[in-house]
């Protein structure tokens, strides 16, 4: 069986004794934060179907069946799926990493050629349009399918208007994390906009500008495996994320 942080759950291991205790510690599991879960690794538990039983090994069940029942436990970490927002050089660089990671990737780009199936064969969505017509089309729960979104348009002012347009309605330390490619020169005269905008200065600082590691990454494929593995090193480091 599985459960999701959100309650939702599939399958079933029989029993209502034992899928109680189950599904009370899976979820036992999901609360302890994704840090604890890695260090501790899974669990296995050994359930004996006798509400009599007794010995340290194992745990009873209000149950007259008899036997035992051994469960390994575990939690999944969904992989990363990420919107690139700008589909030139550095984007489909950043899709083959995606590929290549087994991660999923989107794209949106306000010309439909560089948000198309053959630039971007293995893309999970393709969206060629204005900016007004993606955000529309959105909201904070839909945009939570992404773990992150990346800014990577041809042309600032486009950046510009989808990083006000999503800011303002995200929810922060929640998905999708929220980044831009450029300068800090270009990032001071976004957040002096965004605040000038009503939007809060905690929402402004929590997006990252300029992303990726500082490897001294030059190229697009360099930029590419640098903003990729930051996003690696916040995957593996922040149980906050929902």
Same mark, same amino acid.
């Given at each position: 069986?599985?459960?999701?942080?959100?309650?939702?759950?599939?399958?079933?291991?029989?029993?209502?004794?034992? /899928?109680?205790? *189950?599904?009370? &510690?899976?979820?036992?599991? #999901?609360?302890?934060?994704?840090?604890?879960?890695? @260090?501790?690794?899974?669990?296995? /538990?050994?359930?004996?179907? +006798?509400?009599?039983? @007794?010995?340290? /090994?194992?745990?009873?069940?209000?149950?007259?069946?008899?036997?035992?029942?051994?469960?390994?436990?575990?939690?999944?970490?969904?992989?990363? =799926?990420?919107?690139? &927002?700008?589909?030139?050089?550095?984007?489909?660089?950043?899709?083959?990493?995606?590929?290549? #990671?087994?991660? !999923? =990737?989107?794209?949106? $780009?306000?010309?439909?050629? +560089?948000?198309?199936?053959?630039?971007?064969?293995? &893309?999970?969505?393709?969206?060629?349009?204005? *900016?007004?017509?993606?955000?529309?089309?959105? %909201?904070?729960?839909?945009?939570?399918?992404?773990?992150?979104?990346?800014?990577?348009?041809?042309?600032?002012?486009?950046?510009? /208007?989808?990083? #006000?347009? #999503?800011?303002?309605?995200?929810?922060?330390?929640?998905?999708?994390? *929220?980044?831009?490619?450029?300068?800090?020169?270009?990032?001071?005269?976004?957040? %002096? !906009?965004?605040?000038?905008?009503?939007?809060?200065?905690?929402?402004?600082? !929590?997006?990252?500008?300029?992303?990726?590691? $500082?490897?001294?990454?030059?190229?697009?494929?360099?930029?590419?495996?640098?903003?990729?593995?930051?996003?690696?090193?916040?995957?593996? @480091?922040?149980? !906050?994320?929902?």
């Amino acid at each position: 069986m599985a459960i999701t942080e959100k309650g939702a759950r599939f399958g079933t291991v029989g029993g209502a004794g034992l /899928e109680m205790k *189950v599904e009370n &510690a899976l979820q036992g599991m #999901l609360n302890g934060g994704r840090q604890e879960v890695r @260090k501790k690794g899974g669990r296995v /538990e050994t359930f004996v179907l +006798y509400k009599d039983a @007794k010995g340290e /090994e194992a745990i009873p069940l209000d149950s007259l069946c008899g036997g035992r029942v051994t469960v390994a436990m575990e939690v999944m970490d969904p992989m990363p =799926h990420i919107l690139i &927002a700008g589909g030139g050089h550095v984007g489909r660089a950043v899709a083959i990493v995606c590929d290549t #990671l087994g991660w !999923s =990737h989107s794209v949106f $780009d306000v010309r439909s050629e +560089y948000a198309d199936g053959d630039r971007f064969p293995f &893309a999970s969505e393709l969206h060629a349009g204005s *900016v007004p017509e993606f955000l529309d089309g959105e %909201d904070s729960e839909s945009m939570a399918r992404f773990s992150d979104v990346l800014l990577l348009g041809h042309d600032w002012a486009i950046d510009q /208007e989808i990083l #006000l347009g #999503l800011v303002g309605s995200l929810n922060i330390g929640r998905r999708p994390r *929220v980044g831009a490619i450029g300068s800090t020169v270009k990032w001071n005269a976004f957040r %002096d !906009s965004a605040i000038s905008a009503g939007i809060t200065e905690e929402s402004v600082d !929590s997006v990252r500008c300029p992303i990726g590691l $500082d490897i001294g990454a030059d190229s697009p494929e360099e930029i590419a495996i640098a903003v990729c593995a930051e996003i690696m090193a916040l995957e593996k @480091k922040d149980d !906050s994320l929902d």
